[in-house]
């Protein structure tokens, strides 16, 4: 039977929404690229909020997939993204994001390579986070009295505030002066685990996270699944 036009078709305006947001969200290049299962897997997180497992066999683009995901989710403000993959295909993930991503600089993807950096790097992550949320909040309440002189003088003391200048990190990855460290954060499995790191890990305000070979996490009692567990979460 035939459907009247002029009757709401709600699988149509649920179409209609998707498209757009694939128009306006997910870069021309990735889009091309993709074949028509990996944007209905992208869909599937979408609908589900990115709360979803892309269970595809190997070979068939689960990385492209969760990249787009993360691509159209994501603002800014949002940033970072965690990834959580075994340690022999971290580099992959970099490349696989530089390629998809052609406005990316180097720097917008930091691997974890091991405790040391970890506690050099994610100190400065969160301290910058809550001088980012420190600064959100104080121009939130100047905005708010707007008749105030004192509330005027605090939005000027905001905007002249400079963000500090942050060191080299490990193996001549350059912070650019005012970006975020790192849009995508990587580590492995196995250096999560480790308590010092989880520790640190737990303190980064991540805004989403991806677990690749997720059928590694198959034991709820396992050290690497309850990690996982304990990020998510969040």
Not at 92 to 99: F, I
Not at 201 to 211: Q, Y
Not at 224 to 231: E, H, I, V, Y
Request: hydrophobic share 40%; glycine share 4%; net charge positive.
């Amino acid at each position: 039977r035939q459907r009247d036009p002029l009757l709401f078709d709600p699988d149509m305006m649920i179409r209609a929404n998707l498209d757009a947001r694939w128009k306006s969200d997910v870069a021309e290049k990735l889009f091309e690229n993709m074949k028509s299962f990996q944007r209905e897997g992208v869909e599937f997180l979408w609908q589900r909020r990115g709360r979803g497992m892309i269970a595809d066999e190997m070979g068939l683009g689960k990385t492209i997939q969760a990249i787009a995901f993360l691509k159209s989710s994501k603002r800014l403000q949002d940033w970072p993204a965690l990834i959580v993959a075994p340690r022999s295909v971290r580099g992959n993930w970099k490349t696989e994001w530089l390629k998809w991503s052609p406005d990316a600089k180097p720097t917008d993807v930091l691997i974890i390579e091991n405790t040391k950096m970890c506690q050099h790097v994610l100190p400065l992550l969160i301290e910058q986070q809550k001088r980012e949320l420190a600064k959100q909040t104080k121009t939130g309440q100047a905005e708010m009295d707007t008749t105030s002189n004192v509330a005027h003088a605090s939005v000027d003391t905001v905007q002249k505030k400079k963000p500090k200048r942050l060191s080299k990190l490990q193996k001549g990855e350059l912070v650019a002066q005012g970006s975020p460290i790192g849009k995508i954060i990587i580590i492995s499995y196995s250096l999560l685990i480790l308590a010092p790191v989880l520790a640190l890990m737990e303190k980064v305000a991540f805004a989403s996270a991806v677990f690749d070979e997720s059928h590694s996490l198959k034991h709820i009692g396992s050290q690497r699944t309850k990690a996982c567990l304990r990020l998510a979460s969040k």
